[in-house]
């Protein structure tokens, strides 16, 4: 048996195509450059090869630079990332300056005494850069009349989630909010203090901030922070400016919908019922007022054979440019060059550009590698695939996540071990047949234990461990008057927070598309109920319900 596994293990491995610096040299500097680059330094090449490649690299960042310094050759680079990778109980034993500066960071220097930081900024003073933030780090009272504002503020947003909850949750009195809201920095101060949990005493401050003139997203939060300890007047106050600066249709529905929580006036619900943005808030209104959502298209005329399929990356890449670079009123131009049954997904993304932000793309090119799933996991995949990729195959992602469901390369080295369908190369995952059927194997142990599209989305983006954390930590979708909308906005992870409420409104159209119309209400509901939405939850619930009953 051990010796099939191995010989299984080998026959793979020489069958997964690898990268070569000619391949590399061939290729103008993109993200899809990269990738190639960053598989490339992962091979069995010297340090000439990897210093080769490494060298095109259009934006160097910590990966790279790790990877390349087990490679290269080059003195100055294995310092500086051995330098880099040190660890908090290795600090006080550096005994160059410079390397203790690139090993030095807030996360590291919170696990040292208060004396070794004092030494430590003695020693370095501002040769290198600014470490002051370690002798602020020194100080037992932030945010108070007998610290400094500015340092302390420094601090806060550079430190990490815990060390703010363990030194800066205090309440803050009116006099110092009133300084802080004149530095550069308040904004993320705002914005960090509202969405994590265990900042509670600070959010609490934060709701007696009244007036001021912020950005949208910070009147926006400031009018949580209000709504949240019943200051209403404060709330409506921020939540109307945030409405006002509002960036895009979905910021501005998403305060309308709060103002409408708060003072019920129906022309509110009626206007947002009526924005041609189809968001979650404005789903909720429609099904509030009995109102279709109708601005959508779901196929376009594709007479011809072939087309362009959008499943290379550098292809696609050229494309994009272009048609970023083109007009809306000339892009029926393009469009015309690429008819045919494979361009429906190249099309209709092209179409709905030309018609934004009245009609949205809604097409589902994909339907003959789906023929195995409900019409429910057939929407839920659908409703992913539409925000990670707009249904065009050839994407990379900053962080490498490839192809049609923006699987992450790990994830396809786990699912390739399991699935029948193996990859040879990581381009595989640009063919919609693998990106298809890896998501539906990914999606099973999502599925296993979330119910919900909102949890399952954020599962899908951020992880079901960040999932299973958010959930069990207490603190979100519970019953509450403003539930499950306020835990939806607070979500501290903003990515994932934002990504889930996309997800959502996606999955609420696809099922109406294919026949299985659902209630966005009873969604939103089934949050707040464990039982309906997570295995989680509903687990611990059932553990506390036995404990009990054995008391």
């Not at 934060?206 to 912020?214: F, Q």
């Not at 499943?311 to 060059?337: A, C, Q, S």
Request: net charge negative; glycine share 4%; hydrophobic share 40%.
């Amino acid at each position: 048996m051990r010796y099939s596994f191995t010989l299984a293990v080998f026959l793979l491995l020489t069958t997964v195509h690898a990268v070569t610096i000619e391949e590399i040299n061939d290729k103008p500097s993109s993200r899809e450059k990269n990738f190639l680059i960053w598989q490339y330094l992962r091979q069995d090449i010297n340090a000439t090869q990897a210093s080769e490649a490494f060298y095109q690299v259009d934006t160097v960042n910590e990966r790279f630079l790790f990877d390349y310094a087990k490679k290269t050759d080059e003195a100055e680079i294995r310092y500086t990332a051995e330098c880099m990778q040190k660890i908090s109980t290795d600090l006080m034993n550096i005994q160059e300056d410079d390397c203790l500066y690139l090993a030095l960071s807030p996360i590291k220097a919170q696990h040292l005494q208060s004396y070794e930081r004092e030494l430590i900024a003695t020693r370095l003073g501002e040769r290198f850069g600014d470490v002051q933030w370690l002798r602020t780090m020194n100080h037992n009272s932030h945010f108070s009349p007998f610290s400094d504002a500015a340092s302390s503020l420094k601090l806060f947003l550079i430190s990490g989630t815990q060390y703010r909850a363990d030194h800066f949750n205090h309440t803050i009195d009116n006099e110092i909010l009133g300084q802080l809201t004149m530095l550069k920095g308040f904004n993320h101060f705002v914005y960090l203090s509202a969405t994590e949990q265990k900042l509670d005493k600070v959010q609490e401050s934060l709701g007696n901030v009244s007036g001021g003139v912020y950005d949208s997203q910070t009147h926006f939060y400031l009018g949580m922070n209000a709504l949240k300890f019943k200051r209403p007047d404060n709330a409506l106050f921020h939540l109307r400016e945030a409405r006002e600066k509002a960036l895009s249709p979905m910021e501005r529905d998403k305060t309308i919908f709060w103002l409408y929580r708060i003072t019920q006036e129906e022309t509110l619900l009626k206007e947002l019922a009526e924005s041609l943005d189809i968001n979650m808030y404005t789903l909720w209104a429609k099904e509030k007022l009995s109102m279709e959502t109708e601005n959508y298209f779901t196929t376009l005329p594709t007479p011809d054979k072939g087309g362009f399929k959008g499943d290379n990356p550098f292809e696609w890449n050229l494309l994009h440019k272009e048609l970023m670079e083109t007009p809306p009123e000339k892009l029926y131009e393009i469009v015309e060059r690429y008819d045919g049954e494979d361009s429906l997904a190249v099309q209709a993304y092209m179409i709905e550009r030309v018609y934004q932000p009245y009609i949205h793309n809604f097409t589902m090119p994909y339907d003959q590698y789906m023929t195995t799933l409900s019409t429910d996991k057939k929407a839920m995949l659908y409703a992913l695939m539409r925000q990670e990729t707009r249904m065009i195959p050839g994407l990379i992602s900053r962080s490498f996540a490839l192809g049609l469901m923006q699987i992450m390369p790990f994830n396809v080295d786990s699912i390739s071990k399991i699935h029948p369908m193996k990859v040879t190369s990581y381009y595989d995952m640009f063919n919609p047949q693998y990106g298809v059927a890896y998501s539906i194997e990914h999606m099973k142990h999502i599925e296993a234990t979330l119910y919900n599209p909102v949890l399952m989305a954020y599962a899908y983006n951020g992880g079901i461990g960040f999932t299973k954390r958010l959930l069990l930590s207490g603190g979100y979708f519970n019953v509450g008057e403003h539930e499950p909308f306020m835990s939806m906005e607070l979500v501290g992870n903003a990515e994932s927070r934002e990504y889930g409420k996309r997800v959502l409104a996606n999955y609420v159209i696809y099922k109406k598309i294919l026949g299985e119309s659902v209630s966005i209400a009873a969604i939103f509901d089934s949050l707040t109920q464990p039982s309906l939405s997570d295995y989680f939850r509903a687990e611990e619930l059932k553990k506390s319900l036995v404990l009990n009953q054995s008391e």
